[in-house]
Nanobody, 121 residues
Framework: QVQLVESGGGLVEPGGSLRLSCTAS????????MGWYRQAPGKERELVAQ???????KYVDSVKGRFTISRDDAKNTVYLQMNSLKPEDTAIYYC???????????????WGQGTQVTVFS
């Protein structure tokens, strides 16, 4: 069984920084795409940033230039460095990964439990 465990959320003032981490564990053959989504109260979940196994990345327009996604495949971990945080970044942030496992013929989409990020003014 595969699990994604996030850490690094918290409370921060506008202009501050946080670094989110997400580590995958279990019987993993290969991790393909890793990413971060977020969901604010009353809004739909949106993709924030995504990184492929070739380390190609993409970002939602609202975070470009402020957030950086990276991954460490030796640790099965993806990071999201968030700088210049704004109140509108407040949301629950979810880790996502498409993972190949020995017991399934196709990669499966896994989710973390979410971590709260609150930017207060």
């Amino acid at each position: 069984q595969v699990q994604l465990v996030e850490s690094g959320g918290g409370l921060v003032e506008p202009g501050g920084s946080l670094r989110l981490s997400c580590t995958a564990s279990g019987n993993i053959l290969r991790i393909n795409v890793m990413g971060w989504y977020r969901q604010a109260p009353g809004k739909e979940r949106e993709l924030v940033a995504q990184i492929t196994s070739a380390e190609n990345s993409k970002y939602v327009d609202s975070v470009k230039g402020r957030f950086t996604i990276s991954r460490d495949d030796a640790k099965n971990t993806v990071y999201l460095q968030m700088n210049s945080l704004k109140p509108e970044d407040t949301a629950i942030y979810y880790c996502n990964a498409i993972i190949e496992v020995p017991t399934a013929p196709l990669p499966y989409n896994y989710w973390g439990q979410g971590t709260q990020v609150t930017v207060f003014s």
